[in-house]
């Protein structure tokens, strides 16, 4: 169980983000606030709704989950039109923030919500692939499959197949976890590779595996809880695809293990602890601990794996959740963002991931860790 005071730490820190945020202006988007562009449809607000639903269900809290539907409410109009997406962007990133459409929905029985989450299913059937058959990460990586591409359109992609088209594509979102674990998968750590490009023709990737070069800790907290997720949402009766992505699940916790630290926590390039320019990272870390908290729960991890997701998520609270001098809660140790190609050398290196920006109360780390944080109170049910 967690101890009183760090419950009420963290549901201060909770209750400070929502006081400061709003659809238009959320305190924990740091990317729309260091370009100074107004807010749009994403997935990292997409992510941190998804948190907040989460303590919605945990607490009964309707000032949550009316937070959570005016901020959904602020891009998808009476019509079901999602405002300031685009289909055709074809960025597999936008897919994610619609799997809270299905919870609204249900609560809601407004069909507009259907028909938003129609509007972002319509984005796959046009979505570029891989000849093996993955969706590009996005139009301008063309050919490229990054794992946090897995997270966000298959946890999705399978919920809208069971529900809604009578489980036709199921088996294309368990194909394109199958060629990941085949593609990007490294055979002696078992760790995966952060992206892979099947043309082999972007600077970072390899000539031979047409992979990155390093191990980066959120693409993998993404894949973590991609397949969690997408394992949540299966229907029953594909049991050996479900089989296969908890056995995915296990063995990718089994190889991340030797890698944590005695801090419980793990490092923003994993197997690295020892470089110089290392650090403990708090958005990976977290994306790992909720994995292996909901895996658990579930049933899809053995209880023994229980103090390896607790061990993660006490050390990001021990670590990085402090007070400033203004006696505001923050979270930090987050890595503002981390790609491979575009615009900067973004070439996969070791330079490169500790060459990104640091900071804190940013949603990429917060929203995870919040989900964590409900798993770590489900245990207590």
Same mark, same amino acid.
């Given at each position: 169980m967690?101890?009183?005071k760090?419950?009420?730490?963290?549901?201060?820190?909770?209750e400070?983000?929502l006081?400061n /945020?709003?659809?238009?202006?959320?305190?924990?988007?740091?990317?729309?606030?260091?370009?100074?562009?107004?807010?749009?449809?994403?997935?990292?607000?997409?992510?941190?709704?998804?948190?907040?639903?989460?303590l919605y269900?945990?607490t009964? *809290? *309707?000032?949550y989950?009316?937070?959570?539907?005016?901020?959904?409410?602020?891009?998808?109009?009476?019509?079901?039109h999602?405002?300031?997406?685009?289909?055709?962007?074809?960025?597999i990133?936008?897919?994610?923030?619609?799997?809270?459409?299905? #919870?609204?929905?249900?609560?809601?029985g407004?069909?507009?919500?259907?028909t938003?989450?129609?509007?972002? !299913?319509?984005?796959?059937?046009?979505?570029?692939?891989?000849k093996?058959? =993955?969706?590009?990460?996005?139009?301008?990586?063309?050919?490229?499959?990054?794992?946090?591409? @897995?997270?966000m359109?298959?946890?999705? #992609?399978?919920?809208?197949?069971? !529900?809604?088209?009578?489980?036709?594509n199921?088996?294309?979102?368990?194909?394109?976890?199958e =060629?990941?674990?085949?593609?990007?998968?490294?055979?002696?750590?078992?760790?995966?590779?952060?992206?892979?490009?099947?043309?082999r023709e972007? #600077?970072?990737?390899?000539?031979?595996?047409g992979?990155?070069?390093n191990f980066?800790?959120?693409?993998?907290?993404?894949?973590?809880?991609?397949?969690?997720?997408?394992a949540?949402?299966?229907?029953?009766?594909?049991?050996? *695809?479900?089989?296969?992505?908890?056995?995915?699940?296990? *063995?990718?916790v089994?190889a991340?293990?030797?890698?944590?630290?005695?801090?419980?926590?793990?490092?923003? +390039? +994993?197997d690295?602890?020892?470089a110089?320019?290392n650090? @403990?990272?708090?958005?990976?870390?977290a994306?790992?601990?909720?994995?292996?908290?909901?895996?658990?729960?579930?049933?899809?991890?053995?209880?023994?794996?229980?103090?390896i997701?607790l061990d993660?998520?006490n050390?990001?609270?021990?670590?990085y959740?402090t007070?400033?001098?203004?006696?505001?809660?923050? @979270?930090?140790?987050?890595?503002?963002?981390?790609?491979?190609g575009?615009?900067?050398k973004?070439?996969?290196?070791?330079?490169?991931?500790?060459?990104?920006? +640091?900071? /804190? =109360?940013?949603?990429?780390?917060?929203?995870?860790f919040?989900?964590?944080?409900?798993e770590?109170?489900?245990?207590?049910?």
């Amino acid at each position: 169980m967690m101890d009183n005071k760090t419950n009420e730490k963290i549901r201060a820190y909770f209750e400070y983000l929502l006081d400061n /945020s709003t659809a238009a202006a959320p305190m924990w988007n740091k990317e729309r606030i260091l370009y100074g562009v107004p807010n749009k449809w994403n997935y990292i607000d997409g992510c941190m709704i998804t948190a907040v639903l989460a303590l919605y269900e945990m607490t009964g *809290e *309707e000032r949550y989950f009316q937070f959570a539907k005016d901020f959904v409410d602020f891009f998808v109009k009476e019509d079901g039109h999602i405002e300031t997406y685009n289909v055709k962007e074809h960025n597999i990133d936008n897919v994610n923030a619609a799997r809270n459409l299905f #919870y609204i929905y249900d609560k809601t029985g407004d069909e507009k919500y259907k028909t938003a989450i129609t509007q972002v !299913r319509s984005q796959l059937d046009t979505m570029p692939r891989t000849k093996e058959g =993955n969706f590009w990460h996005k139009n301008i990586y063309p050919w490229q499959v990054w794992l946090d591409g @897995l997270y966000m359109a298959q946890p999705f #992609y399978m919920q809208y197949e069971t !529900r809604f088209n009578h489980m036709e594509n199921c088996l294309d979102s368990i194909h394109q976890f199958e =060629n990941v674990v085949r593609l990007m998968k490294d055979p002696k750590t078992g760790l995966y590779y952060h992206g892979y490009d099947e043309s082999r023709e972007m #600077y970072w990737a390899d000539k031979e595996t047409g992979c990155s070069p390093n191990f980066w800790v959120r693409a993998l907290g993404w894949f973590c809880m991609a397949l969690v997720d997408t394992a949540s949402v299966i229907d029953e009766s594909l049991y050996y *695809e479900f089989r296969f992505l908890t056995k995915t699940l296990e *063995e990718l916790v089994d190889a991340l293990q030797p890698y944590q630290d005695k801090s419980g926590m793990f490092w923003q +390039v +994993v197997d690295r602890a020892d470089a110089e320019g290392n650090y @403990l990272e708090t958005s990976g870390t977290a994306l790992i601990a909720c994995a292996i908290l909901k895996g658990v729960r579930l049933g899809y991890l053995p209880k023994k794996y229980e103090k390896i997701g607790l061990d993660a998520f006490n050390g990001i609270v021990d670590k990085y959740l402090t007070i400033d001098d203004d006696g505001n809660l923050n @979270l930090g140790g987050i890595c503002l963002v981390a790609g491979l190609g575009g615009p900067t050398k973004r070439d996969g290196s070791l330079e490169y991931y500790f060459s990104e920006p +640091v900071v /804190s =109360n940013e949603a990429k780390g917060v929203a995870p860790f919040l989900l964590a944080y409900t798993e770590v109170l489900r245990r207590g049910q």
